[in-house]
């Protein structure tokens, strides 16, 4: 390879060429001169017999080139010079490109992150999730001992449940969310600790034996200012001593894809940290995730019937306890309940935004093909010159490919930069929720590969013209002027385009609508103008004796407040972020009270009397609690509407029936409240009942609602200075419910914000694909028009001449976006809740936006089109 | 101008006629060709330009060197050199196309040549 030292000799090289050559011309031309010519001439004579000079240095520099490198750079500078010369086309080319490559980067960084790899951990691809076929994932201490110790398909499993604890660690304690978890839980996912160590299996040695945390890197970068000698020191943890042991490390962020964990404790300690314990009761259903790798051979469908067959077991030994459950594995991150609609979505965007980028690169297709067309006259020139059709392929596919990685490049700095921002956001203060999308290399090499793919076919639609160029033809007519009534490849491009486009504006339509439509249904409560308080008495270390009646204390010290009209406690309020309750009921006939013959699974809030009156429900029958509604009273409960409808036969005649809880109890039902929604707004009409405060095991964490019409901040200092009064150390969390509302707005949010996202973009790509097809038309056909004008046309004949033809392509378009649209939002009504194709409001939204949509872009070219000032125009040609 | 239309070299043969040409003595580009012509009795009616490529890639095979110099009409001029390599390939070439020029010869006019 002898090209290295070649490179650097070049320019002397092309120097002694070009020299050599000029003195050759000027040598002939001398002697044709001795022989009697004119010097023009001889001049002209020298130049013919030496042939073609450009192409004779050309192949005599290619002798010394490192061949392909250099003919492509050539290729690239001669591409820059071509594309800065029309410097609107490759700004508008280069904008379409950034932005569907960088909504597929977008949507790509999410699938990657929340589908294609949720949790960060080694040999992620043998860890499950034990999911219930149902999708829930619950389940007991008790059981996930059992499953533990009896399944043979898992190398260990480790279990965790979601917690909430206040810290105080000398400074003023605050509230912080994270994981009570198996202390092997680090074992089982091979976690090595940042800092000091991570707590293991030895560490467990019965109830309260490991007070032991530990913390996540970004807690303990934002909370300790990553101060290495945080470990061994003693914090409190709802007033019980633990030890920091150690800091888990940045990559790590737990099991559950959206939560990022402040904390993790052994969940041994559980009694200490929350004043009570659920680890001995088997009906209990806390732990969140039960996961572990499987043993190396063994196949997930073996490993379904080993728990399969211990859940059998657990069933027959304890029937009121365990349903006939049948198991399944789920990937570890995403919780069982979030994952289908989760995977839906992201799978529903990827497609979106799939065909955003099919939809720009038809664009730039037709772009491509009007730039093109606009060049055969040079195309033509350069062939006739002796140029091959292959080098001028080459040259408009290099144009194409500079385009897209430009493209590429800028959509690609947008979406890192986006992604980011969505990886550190925090929708809520004081729950680590947040989108874990770490941008990652993959990101990049699809990016890469889109750009690549993309220009490579936008690049493909002019071929046909340049190879069917017939230079002759060409050079001696001009423009060839094929004013074409046939049906072009441009034309199939913009319509495929529009259709896409139409689609994607169909779609965003229905899930805007859908989600508006959410937004204004009932939800059974009226939030308007109530506060929240969420307190937790077990983390000031109240014991149970002693909570209902500082709970009594706290609610009449809150109705007291001025202006405060009504004042309820909860055990969660409907719709909030903490998640709610639910208890199997039993007709009153049942007598084999297991729970495979509850009549339902339903909802269940533990409130004060007044509850009801804060919260804004309707009690349609029956009445409310009293505080005379306890122990020594017969158990009493409210139930909503379609509790009453579903088990007791209806509303109307539902007080006075009574029905059964699993321990054998009948329950008086004394009133009817009206349905709501409780866990998410997208849930279908669900069984609730409601008991009195005053019958239930005291609560310690609960809520408060204060219902007045004064400014929220004095009532919040009001509430806070009369709670305090009661004791000073109780931690508080004051809100507005409708803030607290947003939490369970948030999917629903997130999904029509990114649908509407992708529908705005294809709106924008519709407008410059009829804009540059419109544009283009015109100013074809400018002479045309001029003349038609100058014959006489009127304004609307001259419009229908040059902008019928993009018009109507655009109607065609339109038409078939929105069927396939309307076929495509069967699809998308699985995950939008209440999205209906069958909405005339949608298909009148669709028509008007797309006839604006063609209003807006081919206004531009019409005015030009009625511009057209004949005189000038023939005087021209 | 011309009877007949000209009619491409096969690849190789300037470089041949070049490495020929310069074996006798040292010539520029001009000359080159000038000789070419004449002793082909113009016959050969080469593109004047055609010369550079080959002659570069003689030079880039090392098969000949070049130096800037004056000639006996006082111009500036560029001569060529044959290399020795260049004669052991001139003389690889002449044997082979010789052969090749007697098949051909002997496929279109078999008669004449079995006469010979």
């Keep these: 390879m002898n090209w290295i030292p070649n490179i650097f000799r070049r320019s002397k090289i092309h120097d002694d060429l070009s020299e050599e050559m000029r003195l050759h011309i000027e040598e002939r031309t001398e002697q044709l001169m001795g022989e009697g010519m004119s010097p023009e001439e001889a001049g002209r004579q020298a130049r013919v017999a030496f042939g073609n000079r450009t192409l004779v240095e050309e192949r005599s520099r290619a002798v010394w080139m490192w061949p392909t490198v250099e003919s492509i750079w050539g290729d690239v500078r001669l591409a820059l010079r071509q594309l800065r010369r029309s410097p609107g086309f490759t700004v508008a080319a280069i904008v379409t490109l950034a932005l569907a490559i960088g909504a597929n980067a977008v949507v790509f960084g999410v699938l990657n992150s929340l589908v294609l790899r949720p949790v960060n951990v080694s040999h992620a691809d043998s860890l499950y999730v034990i999911n219930h076929r149902t999708d829930d994932s619950w389940e007991s201490y008790p059981n996930y001992l059992d499953l533990r110790d009896r399944t043979r398909s898992f190398d260990e499993l480790a279990a965790m449940e979601l917690s909430q604890v206040a810290l105080d660690s000398g400074k003023e304690p605050s509230r912080i969310w994270g994981f009570e978890t198996s202390a092997n839980y680090f074992e089982v996912l091979n976690i090595r600790p940042y800092l000091g160590r991570l707590f293991q299996a030895s560490d467990e040695r019965g109830v309260n034996s490991a007070p032991y945390i530990v913390l996540s890197y970004s807690y303990w970068q934002s909370h300790f200012q990553a101060d290495r000698n945080v470990v061994g020191r003693v914090v409190r943890v709802n007033k019980h001593p633990f030890t920091i042991i150690g800091v888990t490390p940045p990559e790590f962020r737990g099991t559950f894809t959206f939560f990022n964990a402040n904390f993790y404790l052994p969940i041994v300690n559980q009694d200490q940290v929350r004043g009570d314990s659920e680890l001995n009761k088997r009906g209990s259903r806390g732990l969140i995730q039960v996961l572990g790798h499987l043993k190396a051979g063994v196949a997930p469908a073996q490993a379904i019937a080993d728990l399969d067959r211990v859940g059998a077991g657990l069933e027959k030994a304890y029937p009121k306890e365990n349903t006939h459950e049948e198991f399944a594995l789920g990937r570890a991150g995403l919780p069982g309940i979030l994952g289908r609609p989760v995977r839906a979505f992201v799978s529903a965007l990827t497609i979106l935004a799939g065909l955003i980028l099919l939809a720009a690169c038809a664009n730039l297709g037709s772009l491509f093909a009007a730039r093109a067309s606009d060049r055969s006259r040079e195309v033509a020139l350069r062939l006739a010159l002796g140029s091959s059709r292959k080098r001028i392929l080459r040259q408009l596919m290099t144009e194409a490919l500079l385009i897209s990685l430009a493209g590429g490049a800028a959509g690609l700095f947008g979406s890192v930069a986006l992604l980011r921002r969505l990886d550190t956001w925090q929708p809520f203060s004081g729950v680590p929720i947040h989108v874990p999308v770490r941008p990652d290399a993959n990101i990049y090499l699809v990016a890469l590969l889109l750009a690549l793919v993309s220009g490579l076919l936008f690049s493909i639609v002019p071929v046909r013209q340049v190879l069917r160029t017939n230079p002759y033809e060409v050079v001696k007519a001009g423009m060839s002027q094929r004013a074409g009534r046939r049906l072009t490849m441009r034309d199939i491009l913009l319509v495929a385009q529009i259709a896409i486009c139409a689609v994607l504006v169909t779609s965003s339509m229905v899930a805007v609508r859908g989600l508006v439509r959410a937004l204004h249904s009932n939800f059974g409560i009226e939030p308007n103008n109530v506060m929240l308080v969420e307190t937790d008495l077990k983390m000031t270390g109240y014991r149970q004796e002693n909570i209902l009646a500082t709970e009594r204390r706290m609610i009449e010290a809150l109705e007291a407040i001025p202006g405060v009209e009504h004042v309820g406690l909860v055990n969660f309020p409907p719709l909030g972020r903490g998640g709610s309750w639910k208890t199997n009921v039993f007709r009153d006939g049942t007598s084999d009270l297991r729970s495979a013959n509850a009549a339902a699974n339903a909802f269940m809030y533990v409130m004060s009397p007044d509850y009801l009156h804060a919260a804004g429900t309707t009690l349609l029958e029956g009445r409310t609690f009293t505080w005379r509604d306890d122990g020594s009273a017969p158990p009493a409960a409210l139930v909503n509407r379609a509790f009453a409808a579903q088990i007791l036969g209806s509303a109307s005649n539902a007080v006075g029936k009574y029905y059964k809880v699993a321990d054998g109890t009948r329950i008086e039902v004394v009133g009817v409240v009206e349905d709501g929604k409780y866990l998410s707004v997208t849930e279908a009409q669900q069984p609730a009942v409601f008991l009195p405060v005053t019958q239930q095991e005291p609560l310690g964490e609960q809520w408060m609602l204060v219902r007045s019409s004064r400014d929220p901040e004095q009532i919040a200092a009001a509430v806070r200075a009369s709670l305090h009064s009661i004791d000073a150390g109780m931690p508080l969390d004051i809100l507005l419910w409708n803030r607290e509302l947003d939490f369970s707005m948030f999917p629903a949010r997130m999904a029509s914000l990114s649908l509407g996202v992708l529908g705005v973009m294809g709106a924008m790509l519709s407008i410059t694909g009829i804009f540059g097809m419109a544009a283009y038309s015109v100013s074809k056909r400018l002479r045309e028009l001029g003349i038609r004008v100058a014959l006489g046309a009127k304004r609307k004949e001259v419009l229908q001449a040059a902008l019928g033809r993009p018009l109507r392509l655009l109607a065609i378009g339109s038409a078939a976006g929105l069927l396939l649209g309307l076929l495509a939002t069967r699809v998308l009504a699985y995950i939008v809740y209440q999205a209906t194709p069958r909405d005339p409001l949608v298909l009148a939204g669709v028509v008007l936006a797309m006839v604006l949509l063609g209003l807006v872009a081919t206004w531009i070219p019409a005015q030009r089109a009625l511009a057209v000032d004949p005189m000038i125009l023939l005087r021209e040609e | ?116």
Excluded: C
């Design chain 2, 1 to 116: 101008m011309r009877e007949t239309t000209p009619r491409d070299l096969f690849p190789g043969a300037l470089e041949m006629m070049i490495l020929e040409s310069l074996r006798r003595q040292p010539a520029h580009g001009y000359a080159l060709v000038q000789h070419i012509q004449q002793r082909s009795n113009n016959l050969l009616q080469v593109e004047e330009g055609s010369l550079y490529p080959a002659l570069q890639r003689l030079l880039k095979a090392k098969q000949v060197k070049a130096e800037w110099g004056v000639s006996s009409t006082n111009r500036k001029v560029r001569t060529y050199q044959i290399t020795a390599a260049g004669v052991r390939h001139l003389e690889q070439q002449i044997s082979s196309f010789e052969r090749m020029f007697e098949g051909i010869a002997l496929v279109l006019n078999p008669k004449k040549a079995t006469a010979n």
